[in-house]
């Protein structure tokens, strides 16, 4: 893991970058990465997931069902200025960075993740979670968006081998496949290796022999993991359906 300078440098960057990017582009553009999704899908999305994330992280409970309303674009707004939903999303982002720079991070919170529930989770998931959205948003742009910041993105991947592949199992019932995986970066430090054994999952963080091996550079393979970049992007090493299975399971 980074520390929390780092993690709150990095989300503030790509609070910047999108914010910049909204102020040109056509808001009601597809977002190529998120099929379905408009820009101004995408900036819903990220807004309600910051307004959603401070609640937790202070109140150390899920926000109930009533509060979750006020988290969202207005509906009543279908058709907004770049210069309101820029000021929309900017909002969000102030409130959880400001959450971010207070919280106690030994401190209790609540998150849907299968670790700890203290505050250290926070500023690491605001910041992975804006890094592959603003990429997200440069992809309405440009064919090739800016990748991920190189340190960011392996302990991006730690983060989504970590917390988001047993989340995504038990909230969307995934299988696992059976075959096991090594991931490796090859521009910065970063290596994992994932094996399902009689159905429980297992994460090793070393240089191992999987029945399939990812490598590539650490921003390829993250957009790769939550499905943003096709395999082909990748150098792929022994059972090529093993690794495509394995890039299955990630969402949105």
């Known amino acids: 893991m980074l520390d929390r300078a780092a993690y709150l440098e990095h989300f503030a960057a790509d609070v910047e970058r999108m914010s910049e990017t909204l102020a040109s582009v056509d808001l009601a553009a597809p977002v190529r990465s998120c099929p379905g999704w408009t820009v101004v899908d ?18 150390a409970a899920p926000p109930g069902r009533d509060a979750l309303g006020g988290f969202a674009w207005p509906g009543d707004r279908d058709e907004p200025s770049a210069d309101d939903l820029s000021a929309w999303f900017r909002a969000g982002a102030d409130r959880i960075a400001g959450v971010l720079r207070d919280l106690d991070l030994d401190g209790p919170t609540w998150h849907p993740f299968p670790t700890a529930h203290v505050g250290a ?21 440009t064919a090739e968006p800016s990748p991920v910041d190189a340190v960011l993105a392996s302990d ?12 995504l199992v038990a909230r969307d019932d995934i299988a696992l496949p059976t075959g096991s995986l090594h991931v490796h ?16 999952y297992e994460l090793e963080r070393r240089h191992a022999k999987g029945d399939a091996a990812l490598r590539g550079n650490a921003s390829d ?4 993991l939550w499905g943003r970049l096709p395999v082909e992007r990748l150098d792929v090493v022994g059972d090529a359906d093993v690794a495509k299975a394995w890039l299955a399971i990630s969402g949105m």
């Open 42 to 59: 995408l900036i819903d999305h990220v807004g309600f997931v910051h307004r959603w994330a401070a609640a937790c992280a202070t109140d």
């Open 156 to 167: 991006g991947i730690d983060e989504y081998f970590e917390l988001a592949v047993p989340r």
């Open 221 to 224: 393979l993250l957009l790769a």
């Open 121 to 141: 989770v926070w500023p690491r998931r605001q910041a992975h979670e804006i890094s592959v959205h603003r990429w997200d948003l440069d992809s309405t742009t």
């Open 185 to 200: 970066c090859t521009d910065v430090a970063g290596e994992w290796l994932t094996t399902t054994t009689d159905g429980s």
